[in-house]
């Protein structure tokens, strides 16, 4: 990339020193390929404006003062309000066709739930509870926001809703196998004991939002993969000069 060509070996030496090369490297990548994809002009006169009045932009006076503030030109200015437009855009033509598959793959990850939790640290403490919600003496919530330790308490033990990749995966895989209403008995995960119960369970789908998001992610790991390389290669560069 053109862009990186200014960097001399001590400059790569020091950017690479603080982790900071990669995402130099990745954002100069992402934007030479963004800059290719054609927008129509409607849609990015409108996308620009839009811009505009979120930063409270009404005339070129305003713009200007934004501009010299932000120590932008037009073009950055332009690049940022259409920046969303074309990683779509571009996503889409270039990994629609494994979106399927990456969502085949991520699935249970992805599945939406609602549920109640009550988490302690005694077990003894967790045993006695969990008969206690379970034969019903007392309301799960009534028990969450007396005895739970997490910030679950605050809200009668519900959590939610979530995806299921947010959860530890012990707890993921736990609620995924769970019955919606039933009380789970008490498991483990680090140095608390859990007792829950799914209240709602929503398996993902593959629809226009979740493609989109597939198609982000398989980009996102491109990305990283690519950046990677030239990073290699630059380091490469820089210490074939030293010698």
């Not at 640290?121 to 330790?149: H, P, Q, T």
Request: with cysteine; proline share 2%; glycine share 4%.
């Amino acid at each position: 990339m053109d862009s990186l060509k200014c960097l001399n070996k001590e400059c790569i030496k020091l950017l690479h020193k603080y982790r900071l090369l990669q995402p130099l490297i990745k954002s100069q990548f992402k934007s030479s390929l963004l800059s290719e994809v054609k927008i129509d002009q409607e849609i990015e006169d409108k996308a620009i404006n839009e811009l505009k009045s979120k930063f409270k932009i009404t005339n070129e006076s305003e713009l200007e003062k934004f501009l010299e503030g932000n120590h932008f030109d037009q073009k950055d200015f332009n690049d940022l309000a259409l920046e969303q437009l074309r990683t779509k855009k571009y996503t889409s033509n270039k990994f629609a066709n494994k979106s399927e598959s990456r969502f085949l793959e991520r699935k249970n990850q992805l599945d939406i739930v609602i549920y109640s939790l009550i988490r302690v640290s005694d077990l003894s403490l967790c045993r006695e509870l969990y008969l206690k919600v379970y034969e019903k003496e007392v309301g799960f919530g009534e028990i969450a926001s007396k005895y739970s330790e997490g910030i679950e308490k605050r809200t009668r033990g519900i959590v939610g809703p979530i995806s299921l990749e947010k959860a530890h995966p012990v707890l993921a895989e736990h609620l995924r196998v769970s019955k919606i209403g039933e009380v789970s008995q008490p498991i483990k995960i680090n140095n608390s004991y859990l007792i829950t119960r799914v209240e709602s369970y929503e398996p993902a789908q593959l629809d226009s939002f979740m493609q989109d998001k597939m198609c982000e992610e398989l980009f996102e790991g491109w990305l990283n993969s690519q950046s990677l390389s030239i990073l290699k290669e630059l380091i490469t560069k820089a210490k074939s000069n030293n010698e």
